[in-house]
């Protein structure tokens, strides 16, 4: 039965987000997850299974409409873990993108994404407590060839929780920023079709939310789950950019 204080998850229908929900579950917090998409109500059944008490809002996150709808659904409430995880990537060459699908990205990675961090870090100051959990990545850290929106948006995302988790401190609120490498997901399937990122080996989804929960619990400012993945992001930023952008382009670049 939850007893812990609520935990709310943004894309907690599916990947990294569903299994960050089922350890919410497992250590007893009752769970708000939202997503736009069909399956959500199917993840929120899976984890009530799982003994969870489990509330599912579908809301497009990428509108203004969708995150006042997930804020209605929470007015009032104390919130103590918020895990700011939904996002898309979008792959091919950035002209020959839809400008409507370029702007959703950066509506749902960027823009909802900092005004639901704005939201509940007031509701978690007035609290004096709350952990916040940001899905960036070790994207944000390379120049992104191919995929360069969805790169632009989490170096945006990892220097957010950067500052904020600084801004926070002595206010009891903590935020961390989780920075995967590749992870085996559906993200794959929606933006990077036809691409090596998309068929090569992945880390385990399950694995990458328990490092962002333990993370989160001890208050680190970020982590990169695993070894390969903390190598990539420990010499992104000395290796020239001349090959980090060439291996991008390889990983990214849609095979004819
Ligand atoms: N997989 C990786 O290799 C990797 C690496 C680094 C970082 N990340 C980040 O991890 C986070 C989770 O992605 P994932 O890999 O776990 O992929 P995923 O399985 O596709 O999960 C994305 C989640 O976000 C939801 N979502 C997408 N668009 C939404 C919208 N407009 N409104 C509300 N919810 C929306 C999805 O559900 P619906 O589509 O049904 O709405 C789903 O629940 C993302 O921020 C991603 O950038 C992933």
Redesign the pocket.
Do not use: F, Q
């Given at each position: 039965m939850a007893g812990k204080g609520l935990a709310v998850i943004?894309?907690?229908?599916?990947?990294?987000?569903?299994q960050l929900a089922r350890i919410a579950v497992e250590e007893g917090h009752a769970l708000v997850i939202?997503?736009?998409?069909?399956?959500?109500e199917q993840?929120a059944e899976q984890l009530r299974r799982l003994g969870g008490e489990v509330e599912a809002v579908r809301?497009?996150?990428?509108?203004r409409q969708?995150v006042e709808a997930l804020w209605a659904h929470l007015e009032g409430r104390e919130i103590e873990l918020f895990f700011a995880?939904?996002?898309?990537?979008l792959g091919d060459p950035f002209v020959e993108q839809r400008w409507e699908d370029i702007a959703?990205r950066i509506d749902?990675?960027v823009k909802q994404t900092t005004s639901m961090i704005h939201r509940v870090g007031r509701v978690m100051r007035v609290q004096g407590r709350g952990r916040i959990l940001v899905?960036?990545?070790?994207?944000g850290q390379v120049p992104g060839p191919y995929n360069a929106v969805?790169n632009a948006t989490?170096a945006y995302?990892n220097g957010l929780a950067w500052g904020l988790s600084d801004e926070f401190r002595e206010t009891g609120v903590t935020i961390t920023c989780?920075?995967?490498?590749?992870?085996?997901?559906?993200?794959?399937d929606?933006g990077l079709k036809g691409t090596l990122?998309h068929d090569m080996p992945?880390?385990d989804?399950a694995m990458?939310a328990r490092e962002g929960w333990d993370a989160m619990m001890a208050g680190k400012v970020d982590v990169v789950p695993g070894p390969e993945s903390k190598l990539v992001s420990l010499f992104s930023g000395v290796t020239p950019k001349a090959i980090t952008t060439r291996l991008h382009e390889l990983g990214a670049k849609r095979r004819e």
């Open positions: 943004t894309g907690g229908s599916s990947g990294i987000g569903y939202c997503a736009h998409g069909e399956e959500l993840a809301a497009d996150l990428s509108t969708g995880n939904a996002g898309l990537a959703e749902l990675n899905t960036g990545s070790i994207a969805y989490k995302v989780l920075m995967p490498g590749p992870v085996d997901t559906p993200i794959y929606k990122l992945k880390r989804a990458v």
